[in-house]
Nanobody
């Protein structure tokens, strides 16, 4: 079993950038597909990006070209670089991990980090 801890959220002006981190403990993340999600008030949780053991990535259309997922194997950490932020990006951002054998399934979740984008 693994544990996930997000950090890096905060308040930023529209057009600014933030980098979220997801520290993975308990097991190396190469055994999992790692994903980022977000949930805004009164909205459903939304998939943003994923990175597989091979390094291949997937992105939601809503953030493609503005956000980038990456990882550092030495630090066992996954990142979400967010650029050109908009007020609509305001949400709680979650890191998640899922088994390689079940694409799209995420069994482990962090507690989330708040991102607030002011206009």
């Amino acid at each position: 079993q693994i544990q996930l801890q997000e950090s890096g959220g905060g308040l930023v002006q529209a057009g600014g950038s933030l980098r979220l981190s997801c520290a993975v403990s308990g097991r190396t993340f190469v055994f999992y597909t790692m994903g980022w999600f977000r949930q805004a008030p009164e909205k459903e949780r939304e998939f943003l990006a994923a990175i597989r053991w091979s390094g291949t990535t997937d992105y939601a259309d809503s953030i493609k070209g503005r956000f980038a997922i990456s990882r550092d194997s030495r630090k066992n950490t996954v990142y979400l670089q967010m650029n050109m932020l908009k007020p609509d990006d305001t949400a709680v951002y979650y890191c998640a991990a899922g088994p390689l054998s079940k694409p799209g399934v995420y069994d482990y979740w962090g507690q989330g980090t708040q991102v607030t984008v002011s206009s």
